[in-house]
């Protein structure tokens, strides 16, 4: 009803103009208008802050494994590792690729794939080795593509 | 449309649900193609932010013909526009939310990426729904009988509907990977029989499929003539092709021209063949 009363409000202030063909918005349209504002700008915003705060630099790939939360189920050993891009630019396709050599044997290979890591982001990811970690010498090598 | 006695709030949320009916509708196969979460990774803010421009004007344009509200001043139809805009965004980020594309903590430039990629084909179907399901006819009569006998003016719909049907095309297929694969497989002789395809499919859809009224179409403008409008259209429809291809990075403007040119073409096919659509179903 109040919005009603609104309508006819604003109506009464145009006086019917544009020969009826513009109607007044209610307060519901003014309210969903300006939602749908808010909302586009925030977005617009958003785009234009990051096209001056992004920085330029490749990416920057570090693996970090946490050797603190190894843990063994059954005869494996359990290790989590972050990667993280330090850069700016997107690394797509990150490849990362583990050896560990506890002296005994062969070493022991791994690897995985993060499809995209953006500037600043951390993915983690866990592998499955037969020997402890803790107990070896883990090296990795990492490659990446930058789309 | 509504009657006069419905709350006005009811209506706007019958229109607001509408609009998000035909985003969902038109938008969800992009939501689930994941080149499009991997381009909202990795396309710069500037080409973000064009995408943004590209969807308001495509908006404004079926705002302007079509939409989903009966006001019809240039304000009121930038406005119409912002809302489709504003429903593509919201609709982008419930169902990346829900789908685990995107997350609280995602890093901004991944998070605006996904959300902004989407935004273009839901809000183009926000606004294009309606059309379809007939809201927009009596729009659409209003247009064409203001139009009348102006050759220049039915010229000038007849682009609108050309860009917005391709744009909605193109853009949905722009960031697949099948383009630059089938792209790279086509011989010269392979890409003039797909210029004749897509010649012969648009002029089909728009002038023999007895979709539409234009078979026996009484406009005169340049651009209503079986041919010159099918080969005018085509052009159309291949510059938007290469403007999305552009967008989405996917040719580069320092590749050979036969790459680009290929691109151009195999995505000119169903750009013209939305753009034709648009024609017919607008």
């Known amino acids: 009803m109040s919005d009603d009363r609104d309508r006819d409000k604003t109506q009464a202030k145009e006086g019917g103009q544009d020969n009826g063909e513009k109607k007044e918005r209610t307060t519901a349209e003014w309210v969903s208008l300006l939602v749908s504002l808010a909302i586009v700008l925030a977005l617009v915003g958003g785009l234009i802050y990051q096209v001056f705060a992004r920085g330029s630099r490749p990416p920057i790939i570090e693996v970090k494994p946490l050797m603190e939360e190894v843990r063994q189920e059954g005869d494996s050993y359990y290790l989590s590792l972050d990667i993280t891009n330090n850069g700016d630019r997107t690394a797509e396709n990150v490849e990362v690729m583990l050896s560990l050599d506890t002296g005994q044997g062969d070493p022991e290979t791994m690897q995985f794939q993060v499809q995209f890591l953006d500037g600043g982001e951390t993915e983690n990811q866990t592998v499955i080795f037969q020997n402890n970690p803790a107990e070896g010498e883990l090296t990795h090598t990492a490659s990446f593509h930058v789309p | ?282």
Do not use: C
């Not at chain 2, 607001?16 to 994941?34: K, Q, Y």
């Not at chain 2, 429903?87 to 594309?101: F, P, R």
């Not at chain 2, 995505?267 to 939305?274: D, E, R, S, T, V």
């Open chain 2, 1 to 282: 449309m509504s009657k006069p006695q419905a709350g006005s709030w009811q209506k706007e949320l019958d229109d607001i649900a509408h609009g998000m009916s035909g985003a969902f509708l038109f938008g969800v196969p992009l939501l689930f193609t994941m080149e499009m979460w991997w381009i909202g990774n990795y396309t710069e803010p500037l080409r973000l932010l064009i995408i943004v421009a590209v969807a308001f004007g495509a908006n404004l344009m079926l705002a302007a013909f079509a939409g989903f509200k009966e006001e019809r001043s240039f304000f009121a139809n930038v406005l119409q526009a912002v809302e489709a805009l504003a429903i593509g965004v919201v609709a982008s980020t419930v169902v990346l939310l829900v789908l685990n594309q995107i997350g609280i903590g995602d890093p901004m430039h991944s998070l605006l990426g996904r959300i902004t990629v989407q935004v273009l084909p839901l809000s183009l179907g926000a606004s294009a729904a309606n059309v379809l399901l007939s809201r927009g006819s009596d729009k659409m009569d209003e247009a064409e009988s203001e139009i009348g006998g102006n050759p220049w003016k039915a010229t000038l719909l007849d682009l609108a509907r050309t860009i917005g049907g391709a744009l909605f095309i193109g853009f949905s297929i722009a960031p697949t990977e099948e383009v630059p694969m089938l792209a790279a497989q086509l011989s010269p002789g392979q890409e003039l029989a797909l210029i004749g395809l897509s010649l012969a499919i648009t002029y089909m859809i728009v002038f023999v499929s007895g979709f539409s009224p234009r078979e026996q179409d009484q406009s005169h403008g340049p651009f209503q003539r079986p041919i010159s409008e099918t080969t005018s259209s085509y052009i159309v429809a291949l510059l938007v092709a290469f403007g999305a291809l552009l967008i989405f990075s996917q040719v580069d403007l320092s590749e050979p021209l036969p790459s680009i040119v290929a691109k151009t073409l195999v995505l000119g096919l169903p750009a013209a063949i939305g753009g034709a659509a648009a024609r017919v179903l607008i």
